[in-house]
């Protein structure tokens, strides 16, 4: 079982609905959890970070975290062809330290 | 412009022939990190260091090396590169405790034929 697990996707959205990306992991004792857009061939950037149950939002963006499951979603409302892109979850253990695992990545297309 | 600089952003090698990969950030960041990026691996670290001449293994260690004598640079160096080395490689830097925003450079394609 991987630390981390995506869908792979791709998962494609008109432009305009609800896009909604899930995570998995595996380590109970993590702590931070992280939600990274990856253009094709550019580097990661960080859109979400989330630390405690529940859901946090930043402008179209959501982030839930269910602790108990395990579980990370991501939803974007409104989604616009320039949100294509591929969405990492990357959780981490301790807060402040490195040890950061990344998951293989969900391709998102939204068409317009 | 705070960024973290890598060179060289692509290179084509051939197998045995030692090349360094430079990292450079400009945020003062104690952390800095190397991942390797597979198709349907993500990212995977390679090395990170803590601070000045400290480093730790990660995840694949194998087949690379590093070395952190100043607080900016921290390059990753293949000692005799191999086919399987060909991949997409990102330094990282990060602020210690409590910072959790991880920084990448832009990427370095690296292909060993």
């Known amino acids: 079982q991987k630390e981390v697990e995506q869908n792979s996707g791709p998962l494609s959205v008109p432009e305009g609905a609800i896009a909604s990306l899930n995570c998995t992991y595996s380590d109970r004792g993590s702590q931070s959890f992280f939600w990274y857009r990856q253009y094709s061939g550019k580097s990661p950037e960080l859109i979400m970070s989330?630390?405690?149950?529940g859901d946090k939002e930043d402008g179209r963006f959501t982030a839930q975290l269910n602790k108990a499951s395990q579980y990370v979603s991501l939803l974007i409302r409104d989604s616009q062809p320039s949100d294509s892109a591929t969405y990492l979850c990357a959780v981490k253990r301790d807060t402040g330290g490195f040890k950061t695992i990344f998951g293989a990545g969900t391709r998102l297309f939204v068409k317009a | 412009e705070a960024q973290v600089t890598q060179n060289p952003r692509y290179l084509i090698t051939v197998t045995g022939k030692k090349l360094t990969v430079t990292c450079s950030q400009n945020m003062n960041h104690e952390y800095m990190s190397w991942y390797r990026q597979d198709p349907g691996l993500g990212l995977r670290q390679i090395y990170y260091?803590?601070?000045?001449?400290?480093?730790d293994k990660g995840d694949v260690p194998e087949g690379y090396k590093v070395s952190r004598k100043e607080k900016r640079n921290f390059p990753l160096i293949l000692e005799s590169p191999s086919p399987n080395q060909t991949s997409l490689y990102f330094c990282a830097s990060k602020k210690g405790s409590p910072g959790n925003t991880i920084y990448f450079g832009e990427g370095s394609w690296l292909t060993v034929v």
């Open positions: 260091s803590m601070n000045v001449e400290v480093t």
């Open positions: 989330i630390y405690s149950n």
